[in-house]
């Protein structure tokens, strides 16, 4: 089993994977940092003197070599499922799971940290929720590929048993 927890920054993708893998004994996996292993350098960094266009590169190399992994949770970037066919290679190498939350919701989980994320360094706050509503639209043809799709508010640690129910072949 490989899970690929999807969603824009601040629906909870790190926070919930976490938990879930801890509790059913799976190998959690922030591709973020393996992305930040692999170069040797933040993913700010990468951005700032790489540029966008090479950090998604890195993060398809990178998404693509989890299929060496089984019973794990990867959370991804926010922007993973839009680049290089990813949510089409994602959805044939296990299940995905749109971690969903408003514009509004995710504002507020993400403002106080908004200066650390690349894509909102330039961004002041009374820009921010424009910005997120923009992308949210940007991605959501993306997004809604996803085998299941979740409400961020409405996640639990029980959460995780509902997606691997959803997913077990009848018997």
């Known amino acids: 089993m490989r899970i690929f927890l999807i969603g ?3 629906t909870g993708k790190s926070h919930w994977g976490k938990i879930w893998a ?12 393996e992305i930040e292993k ?3 350098l933040s993913v700010e960094a990468i951005f700032e003197k790489k540029g966008e266009d090479f950090f998604r590169e890195v993060e398809a190399d990178t998404l693509k070599e ?19 066919n990813n949510m089409d290679w994602m959805n ?4 995905t799971v749109l971690l ?6 995710i504002l507020e989980n993400i403002i106080n940290d908004h ?3 690349p894509l909102l360094k330039k961004i002041n706050k009374g820009e921010l929720l424009f910005f997120i ?3 949210l639209k940007e991605r959501i043809d993306f997004y809604n590929k996803a085998n299941v799709q979740i409400q961020s508010f409405e996640l639990s640690s029980n959460s995780i048993n509902t997606i691997i129910n959803i997913n077990q072949p009848v018997k």
């Open 92 to 95: 044939e190498n296990g299940i």
């Open 22 to 33: 801890s509790q059913h004994n799976l190998k959690f996996i922030d591709l973020d940092i």
């Open 115 to 117: 200066k650390e994320r």
């Open 38 to 40: 692999k170069t040797g």
């Open 66 to 84: 989890m299929d060496q992994y089984e019973n794990c949770i990867i959370a991804c970037g926010g922007g993973t499922p839009c680049f290089k």
């Open 100 to 105: 969903n939350s408003t514009p509004s919701r």
């Open 8 to 10: 824009f920054m601040g």
């Open 133 to 135: 509503e923009m992308q």
